[in-house]
């Protein structure tokens, strides 16, 4: 059986959408000939700890932990954080809307001083130990998992020592993600981002990301090699429990949600029906589950809804999917940034496991909306769109009191771990054969 070593900063049991893709990759990468080994720091900083997310690394894997240095306290003094607490991540914030001139140099230091992260430091001691530990232990194939992009420049200092074929693999992007023009970049600090960016595409044998559109803009960035395999659900991850039926016209949202993504013309529309609306007023509840920012909160309470939100906070994986199979609709806001037409949020694929109604905020020629579309899985409203969003919620509503919310989705098997596993593996045996035939 070949074998692939995957460098990854998030590991279980750290908890989070960061460390979904990996996890399940290497779950099912037995299944298509290719041994994983995985390479991860034994001391990180998640923003969460999942200790189930442990049952998915399959039996007798090989995980190399190894001690990371990273920058967090000094952070954590600036912004008047606790030793104990978890650094958020993009820019979530979990308290009141602030703009101190701490988190204002926080962010500054961040940006400038540690390129491209603040895993940079574990970038040098990682090459220098990987060098050693593959003359003896040999792979066929090596995978980076980013951001954070620090991992990728382990895998550029790895395939400048060793020549082992790689494959770089983008969650996010890198000088595109959705948050790059709040890091207050000097044009020096600018520069070395995208000479870093344009080095990884440029060795790399292989790039992959998990959009289409994401895809385009990284071509622009580089000459690669780039392919798209999205992210995607667990089929086994939904054998665990019987959903329940929705008693509260329950509209929930799992996973973080930043300002970026808050939908306030959706909370008017809610405000507005739920005031107009003894029955709607009723039953209708918002549910968050994870991490949600305080300034969508504060939002809630100008058009007071304070009293229909549930906020339940992180959950275990599990717990989240079982709570999202028994709502009654999903709601999937995004971005609303220069790259929303990429950005395909992980938890999509989980919503069209769970198969419960989405509605989806964002630009309706997107590329999440062009899934939603041909699953049939829900329905897409412009961000500003009231009048959309207004008759889809009272349609969902409607069906929902009769009984008749149910949802047929289709075409959703391409999307599962498993299969979405043979198409990586696939890649990686794309390049293992470019390596060996000398191009």
Not at 132 to 156: C, F, Q, Y
Request: proline share 6%; with cysteine.
């Amino acid at each position: 059986m070949r074998r692939v070593l995957v460098i990854t900063y998030y590991w279980p049991p750290s908890g989070g959408a960061g460390v979904q893709r990996w996890l399940k990759f290497v779950k099912y990468l037995r299944d298509y000939g290719w041994e994983p080994v995985v390479y991860t720091p034994e001391n990180p900083e998640p923003p969460v700890f999942d200790e189930t997310l442990l049952y998915d690394v399959p039996e007798g894997i090989r995980v190399i932990k190894r001690p990371i240095r990273e920058p967090y306290l000094v952070y954590k003094r600036l912004t008047g954080q606790k030793k104990s607490d978890r650094i958020t991540a993009g820019f979530l914030s979990e308290r009141q809307s602030r703009n101190t001139l701490a988190e204002r140099v926080s962010v500054w230091v961040r940006g400038n001083l540690f390129i491209p992260d603040a895993r940079k430091f574990w970038i040098r001691p990682s090459v220098r130990f990987l060098r050693k530990w593959l003359a003896e232990n040999p792979v066929d194939a090596m995978v980076t998992n980013g951001p954070p992009h620090s991992m990728h420049l382990i895998g550029l200092g790895v395939k400048q020592n060793l020549g082992i074929p790689w494959l770089a693999d983008f969650r996010d992007p890198w000088t595109g993600i959705d948050f790059y023009d709040r890091l207050m970049l000097t044009s020096w600090a600018d520069r070395k981002h995208h000479r870093m960016e344009r080095m990884v595409l440029e060795h790399a044998d292989m790039v992959t990301t998990v959009s289409p559109s994401w895809a385009d803009d990284l071509g622009k960035l580089a000459s690669a090699r780039i392919r798209v395999v999205t992210n995607g659900f667990d089929e086994k991850d939904f054998l665990a429990f019987t959903p329940a039926a929705p008693g509260h016209f329950d509209i929930t949202h799992i996973g973080s949600l930043n300002s970026d993504r808050n939908p306030e013309k959706l909370w008017e529309v809610l405000a507005g029906l739920h005031h107009d609306h003894e029955a709607f007023r009723d039953k209708m509840r918002i549910r968050f589950i994870g991490k949600t920012d305080a300034r969508v909160l504060e939002s809630l309470a100008r058009n007071g809804l304070t009293d229909a939100v549930e906020i339940i906070g992180y959950l275990p994986h599990r717990e989240v999917l079982e709570k999202a199979a028994s709502s009654a609709v999903l709601l999937l806001p995004l971005n609303n940034t220069p790259n929303v037409k990429g950005i395909i949020p992980g938890k999509i694929f989980e919503y069209l496991a769970a198969r419960r109604p989405i509605l989806c905020i964002g630009p309706e020629e997107g590329d999440s909306a062009a899934i939603i579309r041909s699953t049939g899985a829900g329905q897409v409203a412009g961000f500003s769109d009231r009048e959309h969003m207004k008759w889809i919620v009272e349609s969902y509503f409607r069906d929902f009191s009769e009984g008749l919310l149910n949802l047929r989705t289709q075409d959703i098997r391409k999307y599962s771990r498993r299969e979405l596993t043979g198409q990586m593996a696939g890649l990686l045996d794309g390049i293992l054969k470019q390596n060996k035939d000398g191009g």
